[in-house]
């Protein structure tokens, strides 16, 4: 099960360079993470500023 990120998402970027396989990009009106390729590390989640993201 992939992380995922909410609408609560900014777009602040804060989380993209914690990610160790690159699965997190900038969408169309917020970051997105790939799930095939997230591998449920949990790095990025603790850096978000307003908590959007979460264990899918
Ligand atoms: Fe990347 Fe880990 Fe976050 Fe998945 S849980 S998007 S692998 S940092």
Redesign the pocket.
């Known amino acids: 099960m992939?992380?995922v990120i909410s609408d609560a998402c900014v777009s602040c970027g804060s989380?993209e360079g914690?990610?160790?396989?690159s699965?997190?990009s900038a969408g169309d009106s917020q970051y997105e993470?790939d799930a095939s390729t997230?591998?449920?590390?949990?790095?990025?989640?603790g850096v978000c500023p307003t908590g959007a993201?979460s264990q899918g």
């Open positions: 992939a992380y989380c914690q990610c160790p396989v699965a997190i993470i997230c591998i449920d590390c949990g790095s990025c989640a993201i």
